[in-house]
């Protein structure tokens, strides 16, 4: 019985790319101020969380001076629901008003007097 020689699954620069994006991961965000490092795929209340327990009181600092990915954070609204709310809200407003702007709406039209008349039919004789 011969055994098969396995071949790696992965080559040494592949490995290399891996282990760098790896560490880049880890350290995706780093505080400011006492420089811990938090995962790439942690959220801003949970970097508002640290800022909040570990600074607020004894460094005086702000969030953004820990995260500056906090600059657009709201405390009150971790997941973003009240702002894209009002995005929504200012994008329609925007949007009525440039349909208003730009000719006005059917009704206006059929205001002025544009209507469909009625197609004739024409009948065909047999001759």
Not at 56 to 69: A, G, L, N, Y
Not at 73 to 93: I, L, R, S
Not at 105 to 112: E, N, P, S
């Amino acid at each position: 019985m011969k055994h098969k020689q396995i071949t790696p699954k992965y080559t040494d620069e592949e490995r290399k790319a891996a282990s760098a994006k790896a560490a880049k991961d880890a350290a995706a965000f780093i505080c400011g101020v006492c420089k811990q490092t938090f995962m790439v795929n942690a959220r801003p209340p949970v970097l508002y969380l640290h800022w909040k327990s570990k600074h607020e009181d004894k460094d005086q600092c702000t969030p953004v001076q820990c995260f500056p990915q906090l600059a657009d954070f709201d405390p009150d609204d971790p997941k973003g629901e009240k702002k894209a709310k009002a995005d929504a809200e200012k994008k329609k407003k925007a949007a009525a008003k440039k349909k208003k702007d730009a000719g006005g709406d059917l009704g206006d039209l059929l205001d002025a007097g544009l209507s469909m008349g009625k197609k004739s039919k024409k009948k065909f004789s047999k001759k």
